[in-house]
């Protein structure tokens, strides 16, 4: 039996044309696309919920100018506050109440472990997630996923290469979070000092639910080392900074990405105790006036004043939360009117020399059906007091 089409559903087929936007591509209409994400906007790792309120500004932003291709971007944050259980409980809302397309710039490794199974299970892309977790580069394990982190353990393979060769006869400490975070840069020296590790490295833990690491500092520093590895988040590493000041010793250290706010890390810790204290990084510095007149740092620094004002620009988990953004949009545009999950992961692995404007000169996106991570390239800084200071060209796991 044939049905008859009343006219006002007729009209509402012409208008949708051939693409049935509820089948073909959940979150997906001719005047939105949905997107999830969620991030510890409280809990332990709070400083880092900064990021997604960047993203969100910065989504703001692109409707304000009319979204992309005539589709504003519903970007859907939630706050899971760095406990796993509660990370499943959000994403589940997001793929099965909210209908998004796909998942974008979800934060911290024990988040996305603890969902990483049932997106897949689901088809749901999982883009530009925020961990450098070394499994997460398995693409074969996870084909849905790209990452927005130098992998930990290629971060952690130039700290120990740099180590190697500037302080080649000295013992190294490593504090680590007692997770994935953590131990991939534990792995990392293990992989690159091999026999040596155990005569000149000595490692020890923490939980993220620790009130402090002062414990952990003192014995690290009866251990004779030159060297100080901090594999953590914010709380804890300005914590190391400030006892290892507070006890007169004085290592080089170095801190992880995750780390690296001047904001949330070395001005909880005290800028001047923070001297000398190095990084890599692939982002501009706001705070350094040698980018000051790029296009990069002044759009960004409209932007703040614009979506963001009063924040504290130094930062720089605002500017990673804005350079997200920023690629976000870039995929949209590159997916084109086909916004299908099954085109946005092809998209987001076929990203080709992508130089996003607050990345540092010579790093750019590059993705692949065999690299799935967005970043794999970082520059050494030093803490000079006053601001980071570059002495590095760009390094990657295989530099020497």
């Known amino acids: 039996m044939f049905k008859v089409f009343k006219p006002a559903f007729a009209l509402m087929l012409l208008a949708l044309g051939s693409t049935a936007y509820a089948a073909d591509a959940p979150g997906v209409t001719p005047s939105e696309i949905k997107v999830g994400g969620v991030f510890p906007f409280s809990g332990p790792a709070s400083p880092y919920g900064i990021i997604g309120q960047a993203m969100l500004a910065y989504v703001q932003s692109i409707n304000d100018r009319g979204g992309i291709n005539s589709r504003k971007v519903n970007y859907i944050a939630y706050d899971d506050a760095y406990s796993p259980p509660k990370t499943v409980e959000q994403v589940r809302k997001l793929v099965e109440s909210d209908e998004v397309a796909f998942m974008f710039g979800q934060l911290g490794t024990p988040g996305n472990t603890a969902v990483a199974k049932y997106l897949i299970s689901k ?27 130098v992998s930990f353990d290629t971060e952690g393979k130039i700290y120990a290469k740099f180590l190697a060769k500037t302080l080649p006869s000295a013992k190294y400490a490593i504090l680590y979070q007692n997770d994935d975070l953590g131990k991939d840069y534990v792995n990392a020296f293990k992989a690159m000092l091999k026999g040596d590790f155990d005569k000149k490295v000595t490692a020890m833990a923490y939980e993220i639910s620790d009130p402090t690491v002062d414990s952990q500092v003192v014995n690290l520093k009866s251990s004779g080392a030159e060297a100080l590895l901090l594999a953590g988040t914010p709380k804890f590493a300005a914590q190391a900074i400030r006892k290892a000041a507070e006890i007169g010793w004085k290592p080089v250290i170095l801190l992880n990405y995750p780390s690296s706010s001047v904001g949330a890390t070395l001005r909880p810790a005290g800028l001047e105790r923070a001297t000398g204290v190095m990084v890599g990084t692939n982002m501009m510095d706001p705070t350094d006036t040698q980018w000051t007149n790029t296009e990069g740092m002044k759009s960004y620094r409209t932007f703040i004043d614009k979506y963001m004002p009063g924040v504290d620009i130094a930062d720089t988990n605002i500017l990673f939360g804005y350079t997200q953004a920023m690629l976000l949009e870039h995929l949209i545009k590159q997916c084109g009117n086909d916004l299908s999950r099954e085109n946005i992961i092809r998209q987001a692995k076929s990203l080709k020399n992508v130089a996003l404007p607050t990345l540092l000169p010579g790093v750019s996106i590059n993705t692949s059906d065999k690299i799935n991570m967005n970043y794999t390239q970082l520059r050494l800084q030093r803490w000079t007091g006053t601001r980071w200071d570059l002495f590095s060209a760009v390094l990657d796991a295989s530099s020497e």
């Open 123 to 149: 088809g749901v892309p999982t883009i530009a997630i925020a961990s450098g977790s070394n499994k997460f580069t398995n693409v074969a394990e996870f084909p849905l996923t790209t990452t927005s982190l």
